[in-house]
């Protein structure tokens, strides 16, 4: 996208508000395919959480992806954009088994990942096809925060209570079709992935009829000019070749599973918002814009790094700011970060604003959630209004308690 069509946008839709390139979307999904073109059956599950609003997933669809869902509300959004229930997982944590119940009961593969529930659920439904979540105790991912395959990881069943799955499995003689893994987020070293692929490897030697192994995602993408990322064509090449080789050693042949998610889309989104003020202090230059972490919450939350442009004057003298929000909390996105020269008006724009951002807003400080606009074949498509103040108290339960106490006192 060009910054013109990114001022068009927000002159027509407002600010603050995301945009995303269906193109790029496009472009990561065929990137994924041909690393993986030499493997006879490959399966990419889009996990909604990224982003999870109904277009999205309706484009997903239309490139062969299916969903990798954590919530009955994901599965269910998946339903209404027109996915197959064949073509979800279930891959929720620490949800009742009257949950994971339900979503069986629409026809979605389960995805379980702790003793309890797997012994509760092949207990009452031994046929239902389940999918076994590993955690291998790996630490692929850079950031702690969010790494899931280390040894004290909420996520997954440990590799040490294999014998007690084994255990569970024939004694409930449940049907498992499948194996999954997790390690994190923002994957660089690929050999120490492919490390914890061996372990799953090992696992799934266990289970003499599955139909996939599922190695989930987490692959990094670049957060700004010259970042390092997942090197997904040469990860693609070994990893195919060692799982080929497992088919003919397993006697058949499995499908190859990921859940790319932030890979998919977080390049292709740019989060634009209006700048209300310029405010120096005795040693900063603050641009104060019409949002929040309300909006945009992964730098304060993760301190994840977004790149900043003025789309209004690309071609500015660089300055110093430091771009902070509206909201009556430190909400701070970037310090002393180089920007093209910033007056007030002016419509600055987030890069990797596709993955984690709208679907992590919320409406603190009873501000409006922002519109959302998908930019597809050249034109833009609204796929989200925005929000007005019915939103707010569409929901509230008017309780006239108050009226009630005054008559009491008069």
């Not at 603050?16 to 599950?45: E, G, W």
């Not at 034109?379 to 925005?386: D, Y």
Request: aromatic residues 10%.
């Amino acid at each position: 996208m060009e910054n013109r069509n990114l001022l068009a946008i927000a002159k027509e839709f407002g600010s603050p508000v995301y945009v995303y390139d269906s193109s790029k979307i496009i472009s990561q999904y065929d990137r994924l395919s041909n690393a993986f073109k030499k493997v006879k059956r490959v399966k990419f599950n889009y996990a909604v959480k990224a982003l999870s609003n109904p277009a999205i997933l309706k484009l997903m669809n239309s490139l062969g992806a299916g969903l990798d869902t954590v919530s009955i509300q994901e599965v269910e959004l998946g339903l209404l954009a027109g996915i197959p229930p064949e073509n979800i997982i279930f891959t929720p944590n620490g949800v009742s088994l009257e949950e994971i119940e339900k979503v069986s009961a629409m026809g979605v593969q389960i995805n379980i990942d702790n003793l309890s529930i797997l012994e509760q659920f092949g207990t009452k439904h031994p046929k239902v096809p389940v999918c076994i979540r590993i955690n291998p105790h790996v630490l692929a991912g850079g950031n702690s925060k969010i790494s899931v395959g280390h040894i004290d990881s909420k996520f997954g069943i440990s590799i040490h209570q294999i014998p007690h799955i084994l255990r569970i499995v024939e004694n409930t003689n449940m049907n498992i079709n499948g194996i999954h893994m997790h390690t994190g987020s923002d994957i660089l070293d690929i050999e120490v992935f492919l490390y914890a692929s061996e372990i799953l490897f090992e696992t799934a030697k266990n289970f003499k009829d599955l139909d996939f192994i599922d190695f989930g995602s987490g692959f990094k993408v670049p957060y700004k000019e010259g970042d390092i990322e997942t090197n997904i064509e040469e990860f693609g090449e070994k990893l195919t070749k060692r799982f080929n080789t497992f088919c003919k050693e397993y006697g058949k042949e499995l499908t190859l599973g990921f859940e790319p998610g932030k890979f998919l889309v977080s390049e292709a989104g740019y989060f634009l918002a209006k700048v209300n003020v310029v405010k120096q202090t005795t040693s900063t230059v603050f641009a104060g814009i019409d949002s929040g972490f309300n909006h945009l919450i992964r730098p304060m939350f993760y301190g994840s790094h977004h790149e900043i442009v003025n789309v209004s004057n690309p071609e500015g003298r660089e300055r110093f700011y430091s771009v902070v929000g509206y909201i009556c909390e430190t909400d701070t996105f970037a310090t002393n970060r180089r920007i093209a020269e910033i007056t007030e008006g002016d419509i600055i724009a987030f890069k990797n604003a596709g993955a984690y951002c709208f679907s992590m807003a919320s409406n603190y400080n009873s501000r409006f959630r922002p519109a959302e606009v998908l930019w597809h074949n050249g034109k833009a498509h609204l796929i989200r209004k925005r929000e007005i103040f019915e939103d707010l108290t569409k929901n509230l339960v008017a309780i006239d308690i108050f009226s009630k106490v005054t008559d009491t006192v008069s």
